[in-house]
């Protein structure tokens, strides 16, 4: 019944698309909400198109921007990154939109910034990311490396640990993350063999990369598990992780079954986020650690307003294929939040909503107090934020073990650190 | 030329005029503001849908007419996209992140110099030349080995099905040195001209018309000769082909190789317009998409599978866009509809009511019959 039901909203909307078209209000700005609401990605990102509805309305029952209400285009990328190009050409050529929030994946990213580069558009991208990339037309909220993995490093120096496991998915971010830290571990004395996962190098004996690799989907990781436990024999070491999604779930089931713990050799994870725990089963990850830039148990007033908003929102919604039930906040999502109202700042400080000055704006050092404390815009189109080590709990949740106060994001980190 | 074959090539001239001819004018001469004014992002995307024409008809030449379900055509496409995108990737100089000679993603594994095998694609003739000379020689290898062992049916497809996502695997990989999962993106120059300029765009699209026309034409021609017979034939009953003495394993490979090529020249007009090409283009999925645009515009003909290649993603374009929740429903209702009232496709739509019509009206004579354009009576 829900299918006819759908089937004749779909047909309603096709003939309501027709008519309506022109009876759109001028006094709006129009906004490109860009994700994956099909296919592998959309888990992830449909949380990402309902974060940044909710955050419109909360702009627009305030009165909008610049007295304008803002009129959400949402389009689907539906995980296929060439429809990812087309649908953002679409939202600047013939939707003409002042800006643009979206993408999950770098490959999402590098697929549409030709196109944002060609139409002098402006993406706010909310996802952690390898760097090694600054786009005048992009504003990355995302977390860069050193606002994430260098952090959670410390944290374990710190914790006196001395031996470092690298494993990750075979893809940009892992790839550049490591190669990174391995800079990074050596500049704080770290010996190389204390650096384990492998490396590999080039003919004239260069390392050009760094760590344990694994395809996507990858379900048989035994292997690598009792290596690990052989490189953690003396003691004092961690793993630190880059696996992407669901290959998760079959590395900690190993790994819990090898007899490794989080007081034996604890793991650090960049990609499993709350959101993330709506999909996998937190139980074997308890005690394990993650380091995000917002965790949904971050104390502060903005963060239960964020937090109670949402949830309303959630309940009186009435957009279609928005789930209700069991919803968390997480980073991506409090970024994305973040990026609309710097966004907004910056056009009413430009008194425009013209992409060069509305750069030009977020260029010169906005601060917005978000659910993740203070952020700041910097000059190279980054985002100073604080940064926080969590531990998993059996709920999904974090309990902040950390905090590291206005990180700088700097995008360009290889070859930055230098050996002892 | 009977008729009817008269009357097809009559429509078949009018579309391509009109695409070919009246859509670049409007887009070129008449200004913005005009109702006929046509834009570059929509010569840019039937630019797509006509590169996704030439490998519906790849798919159809084995499927439709040969009876052989391939699910590797994916991989065709893709390596002809790669083949173009590689040199595209060598054209960029030093407009890239890193300002290097190299393309980003080399630099960003940390490589000095070009690796070897992609110094001769700074030609591009050589890539050209091999757009079509790589898809052709794993196809005529894999065809060979799988017809000789006489692999047919659902195992042919099984085992295209296992080449084309092996091959995904192996280009995910970034020690392949092909850009691993983010492939080849952020093209700038093609024969010196700005591939992103709307003039670019625009004579990429007219030719990507004309080499579908050319295409459209050619296996026109081929499936009529005897050759064509001899395909249809070993799509019907190939025991029966096999005791008359014709030799399948040779007529199958021809077939597989040259619908291989067609996929591949389809492929890499298709990354020199979209812009991007990576893995997840050759994953089996990608496959069965194509053949779902064949079964939707109508299996078995030439003009069916352009049909539905255009009329899927030009509809998934729309939606994706209009009612961005509910796409997957709208065009999931289509194919079950086609699955079930139309079996022929949509170009058996105006043969269906004219059935329809004579069943109903019991008239002694029936009314002039609407024109028909379906090329699948011979």
Known sequence: MKMVNQSAKALLALTGMVFTHTAIAADTVKVGVLHSLSGTMAISETSLRDVLLYTFDEINAKGGVMGKK??????????????????AKELLEKDKCSVVFGCWTSVSRKSVLPVFEKNNGLLFYPVQYEGEEESKNVFYTAEAVNQQATPAVDYMLDKKKEKFYLIGSDYVYPQTTNLVLLEYLLSKGVPLENIGGGFKKDGSGKIISAGKYTPFGHTDYQQIVAEIKQ???????????????????????EYAAAGLTAETCPVVSFSISEDEFRALPAKQLVGQLGCWTYFQTVKSDANKAFISGFQKWLKDTKVDGVKKEGRVTCSPMVLSYDGVYLWK????????????????ALQSGLSFDGPGGKVTTQKNMHLTKNVFIGETKADGQFKILKEYKDVFGEPWLKGTFKAK | MSAQSRRE????????????GVMPALNAWVPESSFFFISNFTINVWGKYLAYGILAISVDLLWGYTGLLSLGQALFFSLGGYMLGMHLMLMIGKLGQYKSDLPDFLVFLGHTYLPAFWRPFYSLTFAAVMVFLLPMTISAVFGLLAFRSRIKGVYFSILTQALTYGASLMFFRNDMLMGGNNGFTDFKFMLGSDLRSAATQRVLYIFTGIVLLGVYFGCRWLTRTKFGLVQRAI??????VLFSGYSAVQYKLFVFVISAAIAAVGGALYVAQVGIINPSEMTPDKSLEAVVWVAVGGRGTLVGPIVGAVLVNALKSWATHAIPDLWLILLGSLFLVVVLFLPKG???IPSVLLDFYKRRIK????????????????
Not at chain 1, 231 to 253: M, Q, R, S, Y
Not at chain 1, 345 to 360: C, I, L
Request: glycine share 6%; charged share 20%.
């Open chain 2, 235 to 240: 799509r019907d009953s190939e025991t029966r």
């Open chain 2, 346 to 348: 949509i170009i058996s």
């Open chain 1, 70 to 87: 803002i009129e959400p285009v949402v389009v689907d990328g539906a995980s296929n990154w060439p429809l990812f190009a087309e649908k």
């Open chain 1, 345 to 360: 700042q910056a056009v009413e400080k430009a008194g425009s909503f013209d992409v060069d000055k509305v750069r030009t």
């Open chain 2, 9 to 20: 090539i009559w429509i078949a001239a009018t579309v391509a005029l009109v695409l070919l």
């Open chain 2, 363 to 378: 008239r002694p004579e029936p009314a002039e019959p609407t024109p028909v354009t379906t090329s699948s009576a011979l």
């Open chain 1, 231 to 253: 490189f953690t024999a003396g003691g004092k070491a961690c793993v630190i992780n880059t696996l992407n999604g669901d290959t998760n779930v079959p590395f900690f089931k």
